[in-house]
């Protein structure tokens, strides 16, 4: 939790840096040219190695919470929309970035500020805890919160959904 933490407050601000530079470089000048072009790449290896320790490792994640009887299933799940993801990604880009560059350099810092606010509030600190601690912290997050009316039930809240969860 920490690494992604960390992680998505650097990248953000490796993004946003981006996005400023492009906004004030200008292309008539030669010296702004290449001063912003180095400034582009220094932020771009910056997001690169921000990325590789923290977001890049994000199926450890996934492996972590998904509960043992679920396993294989939630991790095929996240995989594929992992890859759905991606995909969209990699077609809508280069559509975007073709009318207005700076914007996509924007929309991912605010997604970005998204990522850290999801792992502040919904990951649990995991490190140094074996998989079976770590499945008895989510479950009990989870139940806290479905409690406190911030997670939906898939299934009514009757007696049906206790005995399902062990509770009655």
């Known amino acids: 939790r920490t690494l992604l933490s960390i992680g998505s407050v650097l990248v953000f ?18 010296n702004d040219s290449k001063a912003s072009a180095w400034g582009l790449v220094m932020s771009f290896l910056a997001f690169i190695f921000n990325f590789a320790y923290s977001w890049g490792m994000v199926w450890l994640v996934c492996a972590e919470l998904i509960p043992l009887r ?32 700076t914007a996509v350099y924007f ?49 009514g809240g009757g007696a049906e959904n206790k005995h399902r969860h062990g509770e009655g």
């Open 13 to 30: 601000f490796s993004i946003l840096s981006s996005g400023i530079i492009s906004i004030c470089s200008n292309p008539d000048n030669d």
């Open 70 to 101: 679920f396993r294989q299933k939630g991790c095929a799940l996240t995989t594929s929309a992992n890859w759905f993801m991606s995909s969209l990604i990699a077609y809508f880009v280069p559509l975007i970035a073709a009318s207005e560059a």
């Open 107 to 155: 929309a991912f810092s605010v997604c970005i500020l998204h990522s850290l606010i999801f792992v502040r509030s919904y990951l649990p600190e995991t490190k140094g805890r074996g998989l079976e601690e770590v499945e008895r912290l989510c479950e009990r997050m989870y139940r806290s919160k479905e409690k406190r009316g911030r997670i939906p039930t898939l299934a």
